[in-house]
Nanobody
Framework: QVQLVESGGGSVQAGGSLRLSCAAS????????MGWFRQAPGTEREFVAA???????NYADSVKGRFTISRDNAQNTVSLQMNSLKPEDTAVYYC????????????WGQGTQVTVSS
């Protein structure tokens, strides 16, 4: 089992920055893929970014160049630095872990709210 706890959400004006963190506990293996997703009201949850054990990253087109995902394998944490925030980035952000290669993300945090005002 893996437990994930997000922190760092809040409210910011457009153009501002926030940094989200996710602390993972339980049985964490380096092979696990760690990612961030988000869900705005009335929409489906969407992929934001992911990072593997070797710091190879993948981003949604909507956040490329503005968001940076990072991972500390020693501390079992994953962070999301969000710059140049836009009102359309407003959502609940979730940390997630994929334990099996090619599988679905199978552990999720409780989410943290990010609100960007214009």
């Amino acid at each position: 089992q893996v437990q994930l706890v997000e922190s760092g959400g809040g409210s910011v004006q457009a153009g501002g920055s926030l940094r989200l963190s996710c602390a993972a506990s339980g049985r964490i293996l380096l092979s696990y893929l760690m990612g961030w997703f988000r869900q705005a009201p009335g929409t489906e949850r969407e992929f934001v970014a992911a990072i593997n054990w070797n710091s190879n990253t993948n981003y949604a087109d909507s956040v490329k160049g503005r968001f940076t995902i990072s991972r500390d394998n020693a501390q079992n944490t994953v962070s999301l630095q969000m710059n140049s925030l836009k009102p359309e980035d407003t959502a609940v952000y979730y940390c997630a872990v994929r334990t099996k290669i090619g599988g679905e993300y199978d552990f999720w945090g409780q989410g943290t709210q990010v609100t960007v005002s214009s």
